[in-house]
């Protein structure tokens, strides 16, 4: 995830994503899906559930094609987001 604007990705389904926390402690909770499973790191709740800086966490993207997922940090808000299509 980063500050600046939403990230978007495209997997096919049952793809590994690796969530790679290297600017702060972070969580990732689910906004919305569409033919797809929600996702969640770390319940997506607040800094006592975080994600420490430097770790990663890998999540298995489940859907059909053509599902999206669209995320945000549970810490930071949903100015750090990202949907992810899956295809």
């Known amino acids: 995830m980063s500050a600046d604007g939403t990230n978007e990705l495209t997997v096919p389904p049952d793809t590994e994503v690796t969530f790679d ?13 569409i033919n797809a499973d929600p996702i969640n790191i770390n319940n997506g709740n ?31 808000g949903t100015f750090m987001n990202g949907i992810i299509h899956i295809s």
């Open 21 to 33: 926390f290297q600017a702060a402690d972070h969580t990732v909770v689910t906004d919305n899906t």
């Open 46 to 76: 607040g800094e006592h559930d975080a994600v420490p800086l430097g770790q990663k966490k890998v999540v298995t993207i489940k859907g059909d094609n053509g599902g999206e997922i669209s995320y945000h940090c549970g810490i930071h």
